[in-house]
């Protein structure tokens, strides 16, 4: 009788690990799989972000000339430096240089992850590794930008780790070793990397928001100067333009990028934290709650920005 | 070669003077004369954003010095404004330090 009660009891427990285990790598799939769409959606975001700042620089440039008539346009200023009419005002391989930074943090996330999984970690195919290879050079391409580009140098030796850790992790088959290696080699990497990039987007956030500011008040000005000599249509063609302008500043404060990096350093703590535990079921939950919290602040600042981004393709016209 | 200029306040700066050119308790001409201010100092932000300079660059150590008495008396200002046209004198003496200043910038991203 205690023999077949105790017979009862272990398939009772087996059952039920069984049920836990299979509920936990259901558990532990998704919200990795959310985790590389934020990294990929804040990527993204990031490009467009420094992407638009030159398109701004250009339109403050036409705009300030069509309130000011007694300035001319041209490609060189008489102070003999390039105007933002065709020349970029941030390098486009700097920029560059910096989304693929982006990039090379999701894809070691995602090495990490696999690593750190419930199941035995996913096997690399061939694209995913043609990727890797891809980033294998952004040390040097870094090095090269130093000369001109005044934070780059600051990016080198992170950046090499990475890449370098992550040829590695693709090599690495005894699972053990390789997580070991990826937390204490690569984790303070990635929070160098994410720290400089943290500056790099302190230093230029206030721009966009000051340069689309500055714009408004122009045009209030302009508004207000012509206000008693002009028919109502013209008039609500001027208030139209100043309404547009105060919802692309609203938009540029909101889609400020440096919250996206503190959102992508706490995603890969709460992941790194979640590699060195026991992988408790708490464990998981708290990893749960943090790249889901990343996953929320994501989608919001892409949303201003891709709204910014749209709103300035639209005053482009 | 790692000193900067300080961004936060200079953009500070420009900010308030932007919200006083659209202040109307100001005359037309005060605010045009703040609009014009923050138009300068935008393009000089633009410029020394990422520029580094030498340690101890007397003419940055003026600069940043500058800036953060100019941003007290501006925000005063905003407060008093019939301390305005004073304070717009200072700003316009600013500007021809970040103007010097810009000529010994070395790097920019």
């Known amino acids: 009788m205690l023999h077949r009660r105790s017979l009862m009891l272990t398939s009772f427990l087996a059952a039920s690990t069984c049920a836990i285990q299979g509920c936990v790598k259901v558990a532990f ?17 990031l490009q ?45 391989e700097s920029l560059q240089a910096r989304y693929d930074a982006i990039r090379l943090l999701g894809l070691y996330a995602k090495r990490l992850s696999d690593l750190a999984g419930i199941d035995a970690p996913t096997k690399i195919n ?16 870094f090095s090269a930008l130093a000369g001109t580009d005044a934070t780059a140098a600051k990016y080198v030796g992170p950046i090499g780790k990475i890449a370098g850790l992550l040829g590695e992790m693709y090599a690495e088959d005894r699972r053990d070793r390789a997580l070991k290696d990826a937390l204490e080699k690569g984790a ?3 929070d160098d990397v994410l720290d400089q990039l943290e500056q790099d987007v302190a230093t230029l956030a ?10 408004l008040l122009d045009e209030i000005a302009a508004y207000n100067a012509s206000r008693t000599k002009e028919d109502a249509a013209a008039r609500a063609a001027r208030l139209n333009s100043i309404r547009a302008l105060a919802e ?31 992988r408790a079921p708490q464990d998981l939950a708290d990893l749960t709650a943090a790249l889901e919290t990343f996953s929320a602040r994501a989608a919001v600042i892409a949303g201003a920005a891709h709204e910014l981004h749209e709103a300035s393709k639209e005053a482009g016209r | 070669m790692n000193e900067r200029i300080d961004s ?37 932000l633009l410029n020394l954003l990422t520029a580094r300079f030498n340690q101890g660059t007397p003419r940055l150590l003026e600069a940043n010095a500058a800036l953060t008495s100019v941003n007290a008396d501006l925000k005063a200002a905003a407060q008093q404004l019939q301390k305005l046209a004073a304070t717009l004198e200072s700003v316009a003496k600013l500007v021809g330090i970040l103007d010097d200043l810009l000529r010994l910038a070395s790097s920019f991203l």
């Open chain 1, 29 to 45: 799939t998704s919200p990795i799989a959310s985790f590389q769409q934020s990294v990929d959606s804040s990527a993204t975001t």
């Open chain 1, 48 to 92: 467009q972000y420094y992407s638009s700042l030159n398109r701004t620089e250009r339109e403050a440039y036409l705009h300030e000339r069509a309130q000011d008539p007694r300035l001319e346009v041209g490609l060189t200023d008489p102070q003999g430096k390039r105007t933002p009419l065709l020349t970029k005002t941030f390098s486009p």
């Open chain 1, 126 to 141: 061939d694209a995913t590794k043609l990727i890797g290879a891809k980033f294998a050079g952004l040390g040097e391409t």
């Open chain 1, 188 to 190: 303070s990497a990635v």
């Open chain 1, 206 to 215: 206030p721009l966009e928001p000051l340069t689309i500011k500055t714009q």
């Open chain 1, 248 to 278: 692309r500043y609203d938009a540029a404060l909101a889609s400020n990028p440096a919250e996206l990096i503190q959102g992508m350093r706490e995603a890969h703590h709460a992941l790194v934290k979640f590699a060195r535990s026991s």
């Open chain 2, 8 to 44: 936060v306040g200079l953009a500070g700066l420009i900010d308030r003077l932007l919200d006083l050119s659209g202040d109307l308790r100001l005359s037309p001409a005060e605010r045009a004369e703040c609009l014009a201010a923050a138009k300068r100092l935008r393009g000089y």
